[in-house]
């Protein structure tokens, strides 16, 4: 399957199955709110356009925001983890190995600690101006935090047992 | 000029990133405001459309419950029936009048609009409802919303055949309230903390208020009818530097399992806010 299918499935997939799926569960705790759709963004390519990729991220956002009626609150976190992407892959990763010959980001083309670490980093981003602009104020702090360290909790196990359900063969890259 | 284009080349994922981030900042801004945004409608629309199927799947895992708050809803009605009264003499016969307006001058002020819940969330900080029922089939925006166990929220958007509605469960919901017990009267928020209670603030601390009590829609409302449910008083919290409670309520609304809903036409709501709304030009 191409490349741009097979992104372009991911994307319907994310956003129905965060849509009708995690946001249809009876909050367990005022603390956390499942979130597993941003993941989408951390799996494009590595060699994607940095521009495109902005782009891409905003449009991804946007769509879940026409589900939940809130337009931009999702766009705005999305954009900016797209944004940081490029940064951290550079620090992550040396610079011969895996982005020349693997396709995107993964346990395979990183190895574990490393993906483990850009995926930590980047959904604590995310919920934090998630949160940040939900509530527009910091307000009670505890509670900011608490939120913002919950829901991460809770992505990074979600994300776990993504990785260990599908397991994306790191398909190397093809001249 | 040629330093400009240069710039901008060089730093144009940069710059494009804070385009994007202002983009989306403006729009949600800007959210609770322009209902009527262009596209919203549209958007609506489409969304609805899948919303809707989703939701007709969903459905038959509800059906044991809905059937059971039919039927409880359908004896309470049965049992308000004329023809359930008996007149204990037979000389005077109980006609019971079919006229929109009856003769002692008593005229019909709410109308009550079944709707299909299609979507419903209580995650986000602000949480909206969309039902299947739009502005072709009488819908208009303000008009209240009520669940067969208590109030919903307001209508605050309406497409062709959808409308959207702003849940108790979002942070610019205020809905006027009073307690049961001595009709002191209060406003119903929501802190936008725990989608299991609401707030009622405002109640005078003259009231003697305690854990249980009912609380009702207020005589004030110009959309809720009065003497509506909303919920019971959880937890009382007094300041001692302020005149008013700030009463924590559990409403009697289930929000997390909606599946229909009325919406609440009031035929003199225009009449009543423009009125209210009309500044005197000379006081």
Redesign the interface.
Known sequence: MSNLLKNIIRFVLFILFQWYILDQIPPLHRFIVPYLYFLYILWLPFNMNRFLLLVVAFLFGLSLDFFTGTYGLHAAPCVLIAYIRPFLLNLLIPKDTAEQSYVEPGRKSMGWAPYALYVGILSFVHHFYLVLIEWLQFGNFVYFIGKVAGTTAISLLMILLVEMLFARTGRHRTN | MKNIFLFIRKY???L??LL??V??????SN?SKTHQ?FF?SA?NE??GGI?KR?SGFRDYFGLKENNRILAEENARLRNMLASNFVAPDNSKQHFVDSLVKDTLGRYRKYTWLPAKVV????????N?I?VERGSDQGVKKGMAVASPHGIVGVVVETAPNYS?IMSLLHRNSKVSAMLKKDNSAGSIEWD????NYLTLRNVTKGAKVIKGDTVLTSTYSANFPSQLMIGTVAEISSESSSNFYTLKIRPSTNF?SIQYVYIIENSRFVEQTQLENNTPKNP
């Open positions: 144009l994922t940069f494009s990133f994007l981030q983009i989306a900042i403006v729009l949600l959210a945004a919203a958007a489409v969304t919303n989703y979507s419903n969330s209580y995650t986000l900080q602000s909206f969309m959207k936008g903390t725990d989608p997390f």
